[in-house]
């Protein structure tokens, strides 16, 4: 079966099914998408008209979480944990890494400071619920999980962020810390990005018009 990623340069709901499938070593193709000017092809195959979608042959897989689940049951090595109860457990925190990734969002297009400081106490509250439950140095110990594929994505923007001035959102999380250390370093997680992703989200994050695309112009100007 031929597999094919249709995938936004930015998106981090691809980079995990992208991960999944590196982690895995199974070959797939890419498709790139517009998503300001989506094209029909890709309207009828992503009922929500999001990426990523997954094209078996001819057949479409649209939902991040349900791709990478597909992959999990069809593709050794297993991701999942083999326990019921533990599979159910990081279910969840794929499900809890897609709202940080909203509140990702709502840091990033926050209108004023006062709504980037409240977006940026709810990132650092669940960065602080991450640091109860991580065992690292991956999410469950020594395996990389599912859940690692969602969480990579998830710190890439922080890299970004730092360098763009922003202060970390780290401190005194040190099981985090290391976790996001040791995903940075994980092969699948780098090559799931495109080679400019740097360059690329620091011009999305300039065109939100946003507090957050101020500071950035304010930080680069200073720098030039
Ligand atoms: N729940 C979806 C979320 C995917 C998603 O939000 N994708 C964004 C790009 S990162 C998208 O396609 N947005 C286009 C739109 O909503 O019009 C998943 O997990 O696959």
Not at 60 to 72: G, H, K, N, T, W
Not at 84 to 93: D, E, I, M, S, T
Not at 172 to 177: F, I, S, Y
Request: aromatic fraction near 12%; glycine fraction near 4%.
């Amino acid at each position: 079966m031929q597999l094919t990623l249709v995938s936004h340069h930015l998106c981090p709901y691809v980079q995990r099914a992208a991960i999944v499938l590196l982690e895995k070593g199974v070959p797939f193709g890419r498709r790139w998408v517009d998503l300001a000017n989506k094209p029909d092809w890709f309207r009828a195959i992503s009922p929500l008209g999001k990426t990523p979608v997954l094209l078996a042959d001819d057949t479409p897989v649209f939902e991040s979480a349900v791709i990478c689940e597909y992959l999990d049951e069809t593709h050794e090595p297993r991701l999942h944990p083999a326990d019921p109860l533990q599979r159910a457990q990081h279910r969840a925190w794929m499900e809890f890494g897609s709202a940080v990734l909203n509140t990702i969002w709502a840091f990033y297009t926050a209108p004023d400071a006062a709504a980037l400081e409240a977006r940026r106490d709810e990132l650092r509250t669940k960065f602080e619920q991450l640091e109860a439950v991580v065992e690292g140095p991956f999410f469950a110990g020594e395996r990389f999980s599912i859940v690692d594929a969602v969480f990579g994505p998830v710190f890439r923007y922080f890299d970004v962020f730092e360098a763009l001035g922003e202060p970390s959102l780290f401190g005194g999380l040190p099981r985090v810390r290391a976790w996001r250390a040791a995903l940075a370093q994980r092969p699948a997680v780098r090559e799931a990005a495109v080679p400019d992703y740097r360059e690329r989200l620091t011009q999305f994050l300039l065109d939100r018009r946003s507090e957050l695309s101020r500071r950035i112009e304010r930080q680069l100007a200073s720098v030039k």
